[in-house]
């Protein structure tokens, strides 16, 4: 453990190593419910947002199933030097000890932890500026005990139903627990050790702080931080986020340029098109699928088209590009995001692609899982001026529009 620095730093923990029966029982999702797809993203991508946007938290560590292969995926999207990852436990405690646990070498004594769920999508960054503002204030620690968590109060009157009589518990003073918690280092890791040799599986950090006797206290944050419990409440999640981040819609563009080779055909949309000249290219050199990867890619904040198929590796020399359409098509289903339109121009003096424009269109569909009609090819010359009117290459440009 390294010395305790003049200011306290805030570090954050995610589980995320639940399956999520309840979400599994409600939804015909395949994925555990922080992978849902929410709006462009996943679920955890969006819960995650806050924390690594805001200045005063040095590191976010997610805390991982032992076999999750969807998270390098979302690794490399959020593309963050604060993330880390470590293995999660058996339920949440221990997730969130692994975490502390990862953190140890890293954070001192009285650094803050920060504690978010994974399927907290909608944490807004003003809430989570109140919770640091909070335990930022003087003379905080002294008075609260260590920790702080966001809440909501309690609006709905309440009902218990125990063995077939219902009584209404009163309201007063009744909250529900959000997230993120907040607690010093040691306090937590002790806290949830006590727990964890107690048997006792606490449903929030707070309760654990609570058990030795410490006082968090509760910070007003906003309703709209809701859980996802339930597949139906990935609609509440939504329309919040809609409301609060506005449109959902994404809009990408793509360019390539493949210069004229040895050949006797060029391959445009996954169309062979017969002409005196092949092109020079790693790949089957089709410029079409090539901006339109590029323009779908630039529509997820996903990169582009070298990233994820480099021209250094072997696998794809005289690929097929249609493969990486699919691939890409993939990402953007694993995004929740649909192709709304495509408008592509072929910028060439030859060929002529008039007569192909439908095969292009069909095959460009096909693998978008999109109608052909939305996937509008045109063409045009450049009036023989530049590398193109001279007859050296031919280009592509593409515009997408993506929704959820
Ligand atoms: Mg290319």
Redesign the pocket.
């Known amino acids: 453990m390294k010395p305790v620095p003049a200011t306290r730093r805030v570090w954050a923990i995610v589980p995320a190593a639940g399956s999520g029966a309840r979400f599994a029982a409600s939804s015909q999702e395949a994925a555990p419910k922080q992978y849902a797809p929410l709006l462009g993203a996943t679920v955890l991508e969006w819960s995650l947002r806050a924390l690594l946007a805001e200045p005063r938290v040095q590191g976010v560590v997610v805390a991982l199933a032992a076999q999750d292969g969807r998270w390098p995926a979302i690794a490399s999207k959020l593309d963050s030097a604060k993330l880390q990852t470590t293995i999660g436990g058996r339920n949440r405690q221990d997730s969130v000890l692994n975490g502390l646990e990862s953190l140890a070498s890293q954070a001192g004594a009285e650094d803050w932890i920060l504690v978010h769920d994974a399927a907290r999508p909608c944490l807004s960054g003003e809430d989570l500026k109140a919770l640091l503002d909070a335990i930022d204030a003087p003379g905080f620690e002294l008075s609260a005990g260590g920790g702080a968590v966001l809440a909501a109060p309690i609006v709905d009157t309440v009902k218990r139903q125990m063995q077939g009589e219902v009584t209404t518990v009163d309201r007063q003073g009744l909250w529900r627990a959000l997230t993120p918690q907040v607690f010093g280092f040691e306090r937590l890791r002790g806290a949830l050790q006590d727990a964890a040799h107690a048997g006792i599986v606490v449903t929030d950090e707070a309760q654990a702080m609570e058990r030795m006797g410490l006082r968090p206290v509760l910070v007003a944050g906003s309703p709209f931080n809701v859980k996802i419990t339930r597949a139906e409440d990935l609609v509440i999640a939504g329309n919040i986020l809609r409301t609060t981040e506005g449109s959902s819609m994404r809009v990408g563009q793509g360019f390539?340029v493949?210069a004229f080779g040895e050949g006797d055909h060029v391959i445009l949309g996954g169309v062979r098109i017969a002409h005196p000249k092949g092109v020079v290219?790693h790949s089957d050199?089709d410029?079409v699928i090539?901006a339109l990867c590029d323009a779908l890619l630039g529509a997820m904040g996903d990169g582009d088209i070298g990233r994820h198929f480099p021209d250094s590796d072997p696998r794809y020399r005289g690929a097929d590009s249609r493969v990486f359409l699919r691939v890409v098509a993939e990402r953007m289903r694993a995004a929740g995001l649909k192709l709304i339109n495509a408008d592509v121009t072929v910028l060439a003096e030859a060929p002529r692609i008039a007569a192909h424009r439908g095969e292009m269109s069909e095959n460009l569909a096909a693998d978008l899982d999109a109608p052909a009609q939305r996937i509008n090819i045109k063409a045009t010359t450049t009036e023989r001026l530049g590398f193109i009117g001279r007859g050296e290459g031919l280009a592509a440009m593409a515009s997408v529009l993506l929704g959820p």
């Open positions: 390539d493949h290219a050199g410029v090539h």
